[in-house]
């Protein structure tokens, strides 16, 4: 597995080995030791996995939960998302820094967003299948939802054709400085393809 640092403290891009043929490929999408050494996050235990099927142009996030928090391993089974984690740590020094990536059935990568980051996705691809193993438990109490568009984050969500298709809640979405509680540190944003 090859791990890639990101410019988010913590926030990780893993490329698992794929061992492709004319008969199509096989991947090991998780192993706990694999993980581990790869890593070197050796406190992660995962204790639910979520499945999302979403259509062209759905933009689901930015999600966090104020209590509970979760770290999750994100991938993408069927289609294409643009994957966005923002960092909402106060003491970490990538503070209301963001970071997207492209994960796809096709490049087989994950993206492990640790706890105290918000997690969101744009789809890309007619259709769109993530999986998702989370740290703790969906805890609809404590959830809370920043705007995708928030003029502070300033995310370079790569939308082509209208507004993003949003659920109610993340239309609801609050602005990262009532969400963050302190000031920003100056530049830093980053996507990568």
């Known amino acids: 597995m090859n791990v890639q640092r990101t410019d988010i403290e913590g926030v990780l891009l893993l490329e698992p080995r ?15 030791r694999t993980f581990r050494e790869a890593t070197g996050l050796d406190d992660v235990t995962f204790v639910q996995d979520n499945h999302s099927r979403s259509a062209r142009g759905v933009l689901r996030g930015l999600h966090y939960q104020l209590q509970q928090p ?36 096709d490049n087989h990568r994950q993206l492990w967003v640790p706890p105290g980051c918000a997690h969101g996705f744009l789809v890309l691809s ?46 609801r979405g609050d602005q990262f400085e009532s969400a963050a509680l302190t000031k920003l540190p100056s530049g830093g944003r980053q996507a990568l393809s």
């Open 126 to 171: 007619e259709t769109a299948d993530v999986l998702y193993k989370a740290t703790d438990y969906y805890a609809p109490e404590h959830e809370r939802c920043i705007a995708w568009n928030d003029a502070i984050l300033n995310i370079a969500w790569p939308i082509k054709n209208g507004p993003p298709l949003l659920s109610e809640k993340d239309r």
């Open 70 to 105: 979760q770290g999750k391993l994100v991938r993408v089974v069927r289609g294409t998302v643009f994957d966005v984690a923002v960092d909402l740590r106060r003491s970490s020094p990538s503070f209301g820094r963001w970071f997207g990536v492209e994960l796809s059935e």
């Open 18 to 32: 794929v061992f492709a043929d004319a008969r199509g490929f096989f991947l090991e999408s998780f192993n706990a």
